[in-house]
């Protein structure tokens, strides 16, 4: 399995994830605000259909390097979704914001688990408009996977936004 995302269509992203955590816990941290925050956002996550999820970015929590210049100005942002499934500990999908095109775009997540104490991960974020977001929205979902791995195993340590970069660059060629 790769951890790289994947291009299934004009505005549809997947990926295919494993990580060595029993899928509870992976669970508390696709919903509790104070572990999500640890690896992607803060905000609270409505534990019902039609409730709200709210995505608290501070960009300058994730890493020791500051945000590249398209997000140096932001200091916390906040977006508001829509929660469409929440069957704990399998299914979480909501709407997510978007910023080119107006439209609010849609994220599915599948959780299951596997041998060993490993759980899968499947994501699926369509609606996603523009080369320039669908590489920004594959870098950035491949990196802050890559920081859950890390906190799932203890702290992190990797740089996000070093590796952000990197991993814009790598999904530039690509899409």
């Known amino acids: 399995m790769s951890d790289y995302g994947k291009l299934t269509g004009p505005d549809r992203i997947e990926f295919q994830r494993a ?3 029993p899928i ?3 669970w508390q941290f696709l919903v509790d605000p104070e572990k999500r925050k640890l690896w992607f956002c803060g905000g609270s996550t409505a534990d019902h259909v039609g409730g709200e999820i709210v ?5 300058r929590r994730l890493s020791e390097s500051a945000p590249p210049e398209k997000y140096a100005s932001e ?6 979704g829509e929660i ?3 069957d704990p500990p399998n299914r979480l999908a909501f709407t997510w914001f978007e910023s080119a095109g107006g439209e609010s775009s849609t994220v599915e997540i599948s959780l299951s688990p596997g041998e060993g104490g490993v759980t899968s991960l499947y994501l699926v974020h369509t609606g996603v408009v523009g080369r320039d977001m669908l590489i920004g929205v594959l870098a950035g979902w491949h990196g802050h996977f890559d920081l859950l791995s890390e906190v799932l195993q203890g702290d992190r340590e990797s740089d996000f936004w070093i590796r952000d970069q990197e991993l814009e660059g790598e999904y530039a060629s690509h899409v």
């Open 84 to 86: 469409l499934e929440y």
């Open 75 to 80: 200091e916390v942002v906040t977006h508001r």
């Open 24 to 26: 509870d816990k992976v």
């Open 19 to 21: 990580f060595e955590a």
């Open 55 to 59: 995505f608290e970015f501070d960009h």
